[in-house]
């Protein structure tokens, strides 16, 4: 780690002399200031100029930062009075009318940034933050700045300073924030990159009020949005960032929801954010109150993260298109497996720094939420095969094994991260992927598992997650699914089920907004009606070419690594290939 420091400190350096020297030699200097002030990276800049990077060199130059700095300011005294009204800032300089108290704002940045923005990369903080200190309107704008409160009330805590202890109103509070950033979106800025940014967050803001069909409303509008958009003035790493992040959850929200996401240009696979450690995208701390704000952020995995989270949402995307795209052809065994295939070797590919979870001292949040996430995917892909009632019987047996071993796995990561962080600052598609997993086990491993204790920890994680008058709604429709499931697999429910649930009763309304459907459940029916007969005669066959061929590749690949050794999963589940063979 601090190899990988001391170098990307050299490199950070050769960057900020290569624009120095631009800036000094004259020509492009008042581009070369604006960029910087409205956020750019040093190495989005350096790239773009039309000069040889220096020679690596042994440490930062001591006059380079500050004689940059000198020269934005001077260039900012040169065109103070001339903001872009469009940004929707306020005269004197607040970028939102709700609350005057910059602590506050400060406060639910940090919220947002420690929770929120790690898992769902959906801007690049670095550019974000530097236009919002300098009141620039290239990376930032009121209506942005309002969701982001707005998600950050949802994370408000209830004791402490900005709590409701002392009598503050996140609901309430949460709802201006939300009514202040829609009154400042005008069609014409539809296509405006923080307009966009502001509808994906305001996604998120909705989802977790249990608001998922409104929610859906929003991340479709960034969808489309970034489709059409044509801008060179942005930085390419800001907009990698956001294209990826957006792509990515617009592909999970698909995922649980069980639709194709809308017409989407799936962005390249060279595009994906790179991996840094300086700047603020891959900056993190632990906070979630004000008794935190003097811990400093520290260089983290959560750019990383992101950049693998986006990974495994393309793989999501392409499952959803098999299983509930109509237009498709037939589902294949060849095709589903080719999946598992492709799951595997993006776990086995995980760098170091995010796929070793042993240390509980060491790991982060939004690290463990990406393995949450993985095995929640692994259950997609085979729960619907459970249905298939032709499948023959060995066939089954192991299928039915691979998808509760997943979600053992998952279920274990969640008890795993509620343990450290709680589950009361969760992500919201966390809540969906903790159902996902217990479904799997109180209706396939009734006989080897506690299944009144998973109904138990699922509907506990979900009250906590909802807890406070601040607290993620959503959990309530959801708890309500959850225990309908337990009921209809004959679960006897925790002796406690009050005080997990209280006594609210949902409509079929209410549980329509959580998720856009009366229930979290896949619809398997739909997939299996969509099976070709292949998958009945030769899935043990494509099972045994899988095994064969990754057995071939295996003397490739620096390494090694077979199915059994990258899936992690025990010898008992995954001896599939002789045991289907028999």
Same mark, same amino acid.
């Given at each position: 780690m601090m190899v990988r420091e001391i170098k990307d400190l050299k490199?950070? =350096?050769n960057w900020v002399e290569q624009i120095l020297r631009a800036v000094i030699g004259g020509g492009n200097e008042r581009e070369i200031l604006e960029r910087l002030k409205n956020g750019e990276s040093y190495q989005s800049i350096a790239e773009k100029l039309d000069r040889p990077p220096f020679a690596e060199s042994g440490g930062l130059s001591p006059t380079s930062q500050r004689q940059l700095s000198a020269a934005l300011m001077d260039y900012e005294m040169d065109i103070a009075g001339q903001r872009d009204p469009e940004s929707g800032i306020l005269h004197e300089g607040r970028w939102t009318s709700i609350t005057s108290d910059p602590e506050l704002v400060e406060h639910l940045f940090s919220l947002y940034f420690s929770w929120v923005h790690p898992v769902h990369m /959906? %801007? +690049?903080r670095n550019h974000f933050m530097s236009s919002y200190r300098n009141e620039a =309107? /290239?990376?930032? +704008?009121s209506s942005l700045v309002n969701a982001i409160c707005a998600m950050g009330c949802l994370l408000l805590g209830e004791k402490g300073r900005? +709590?409701?202890?002392?009598? /503050?109103d996140p609901v309430m509070l949460r709802m201006k924030f939300m009514g202040e950033a829609r009154s400042l979106i005008k069609p014409e800025h539809y296509t405006k990159w923080t307009t966009i940014q502001t509808?994906?967050?305001?996604?998120l803001v909705e989802l977790g009020q249990g608001q998922g069909s409104r929610a859906s409303s929003y991340i479709r509008l960034a969808g489309d949005a970034v489709n059409s958009l044509r801008d060179d003035k942005y930085s390419t790493e800001a907009m990698r960032i956001s294209k990826w992040g957006i792509y990515a959850l617009n592909s999970a929200w698909g995922a649980y929801t069980y639709q194709v996401p809308a017409v989407f240009q799936v962005p390249s696979s060279n595009e994906l954010p790179n991996f840094q450690l300086h700047g603020q995208n891959s900056l993190w701390r632990l906070y979630r109150d004000m008794s935190h704000s003097d811990i400093p952020p520290e260089p983290s995995s959560s750019m990383m993260a992101a950049s693998e989270y986006a990974s495994l949402m393309r793989l999501v995307h392409d499952t959803t298109i098999i299983y509930y795209d109509g237009h498709e052809a037939k589902v294949k065994a060849q095709g589903v497996l080719n999946q598992f295939h492709r799951y595997l070797d993006w776990k086995y590919n995980l760098p170091d720094d995010i796929a070793n979870i042993d240390d509980d001292a060491d790991v982060l949040p939004h690290v463990l939420s990406l393995h949450i996430q993985y095995y929640c995917v692994m259950v997609h892909l085979f729960r619907p095969l459970l249905d298939l009632k032709a499948l023959p019987e060995a066939s089954m047996v192991h299928i039915k094994a691979l998808t509760v071993d997943n979600a053992w796995r998952g279920l274990?990561?969640? !008890?795993?991260? !509620?343990?450290?962080?709680?589950?009361?600052?969760q992500p919201s598609l966390q809540n969906f992927a903790l159902l996902h997993c217990g479904d799997a086990l109180v209706r396939f491993a009734k006989s080897s598992v506690d299944a009144t204790e998973v109904v138990q920890f699922c509907l506990g994680a979900l009250k906590e997650s909802a807890d406070g008058?601040?607290? %993620?709604?959503?959990?309530?429709? /959801?708890?309500?699914?959850f225990r309908r499931t337990a009921v209809e697999c004959e679960i006897p429910l925790p002796y406690n089920i009050a005080d997990l649930m209280g006594s609210k009763q949902y409509s079929a309304d209410q549980l329509l907004d959580a998720c856009s459907r009366l229930s979290y459940t896949q619809p398997t029916n739909q997939v299996v009606s969509n099976f070709d007969e292949d998958v009945v005669q030769n899935f043990a066959e494509e099972w045994r070419k899988l095994v064969e061929a990754d057995g071939d590749d295996e003397s490739e690949r620096e390494g090694g690594g077979s199915i059994s050794e990258r899936s992690n999963t025990s010898e008992r589940f995954m001896k599939i290939d002789s045991v289907l063979n028999e």
């Amino acid at each position: 780690m601090m190899v990988r420091e001391i170098k990307d400190l050299k490199q950070e =350096n050769n960057w900020v002399e290569q624009i120095l020297r631009a800036v000094i030699g004259g020509g492009n200097e008042r581009e070369i200031l604006e960029r910087l002030k409205n956020g750019e990276s040093y190495q989005s800049i350096a790239e773009k100029l039309d000069r040889p990077p220096f020679a690596e060199s042994g440490g930062l130059s001591p006059t380079s930062q500050r004689q940059l700095s000198a020269a934005l300011m001077d260039y900012e005294m040169d065109i103070a009075g001339q903001r872009d009204p469009e940004s929707g800032i306020l005269h004197e300089g607040r970028w939102t009318s709700i609350t005057s108290d910059p602590e506050l704002v400060e406060h639910l940045f940090s919220l947002y940034f420690s929770w929120v923005h790690p898992v769902h990369m /959906l %801007f +690049s903080r670095n550019h974000f933050m530097s236009s919002y200190r300098n009141e620039a =309107n /290239l990376y930032c +704008s009121s209506s942005l700045v309002n969701a982001i409160c707005a998600m950050g009330c949802l994370l408000l805590g209830e004791k402490g300073r900005f +709590s409701t202890q002392e009598g /503050l109103d996140p609901v309430m509070l949460r709802m201006k924030f939300m009514g202040e950033a829609r009154s400042l979106i005008k069609p014409e800025h539809y296509t405006k990159w923080t307009t966009i940014q502001t509808f994906a967050v305001m996604f998120l803001v909705e989802l977790g009020q249990g608001q998922g069909s409104r929610a859906s409303s929003y991340i479709r509008l960034a969808g489309d949005a970034v489709n059409s958009l044509r801008d060179d003035k942005y930085s390419t790493e800001a907009m990698r960032i956001s294209k990826w992040g957006i792509y990515a959850l617009n592909s999970a929200w698909g995922a649980y929801t069980y639709q194709v996401p809308a017409v989407f240009q799936v962005p390249s696979s060279n595009e994906l954010p790179n991996f840094q450690l300086h700047g603020q995208n891959s900056l993190w701390r632990l906070y979630r109150d004000m008794s935190h704000s003097d811990i400093p952020p520290e260089p983290s995995s959560s750019m990383m993260a992101a950049s693998e989270y986006a990974s495994l949402m393309r793989l999501v995307h392409d499952t959803t298109i098999i299983y509930y795209d109509g237009h498709e052809a037939k589902v294949k065994a060849q095709g589903v497996l080719n999946q598992f295939h492709r799951y595997l070797d993006w776990k086995y590919n995980l760098p170091d720094d995010i796929a070793n979870i042993d240390d509980d001292a060491d790991v982060l949040p939004h690290v463990l939420s990406l393995h949450i996430q993985y095995y929640c995917v692994m259950v997609h892909l085979f729960r619907p095969l459970l249905d298939l009632k032709a499948l023959p019987e060995a066939s089954m047996v192991h299928i039915k094994a691979l998808t509760v071993d997943n979600a053992w796995r998952g279920l274990e990561m969640l !008890r795993k991260y !509620r343990e450290l962080f709680t589950c009361r600052y969760q992500p919201s598609l966390q809540n969906f992927a903790l159902l996902h997993c217990g479904d799997a086990l109180v209706r396939f491993a009734k006989s080897s598992v506690d299944a009144t204790e998973v109904v138990q920890f699922c509907l506990g994680a979900l009250k906590e997650s909802a807890d406070g008058r601040g607290g %993620f709604s959503v959990c309530g429709p /959801l708890q309500e699914m959850f225990r309908r499931t337990a009921v209809e697999c004959e679960i006897p429910l925790p002796y406690n089920i009050a005080d997990l649930m209280g006594s609210k009763q949902y409509s079929a309304d209410q549980l329509l907004d959580a998720c856009s459907r009366l229930s979290y459940t896949q619809p398997t029916n739909q997939v299996v009606s969509n099976f070709d007969e292949d998958v009945v005669q030769n899935f043990a066959e494509e099972w045994r070419k899988l095994v064969e061929a990754d057995g071939d590749d295996e003397s490739e690949r620096e390494g090694g690594g077979s199915i059994s050794e990258r899936s992690n999963t025990s010898e008992r589940f995954m001896k599939i290939d002789s045991v289907l063979n028999e």
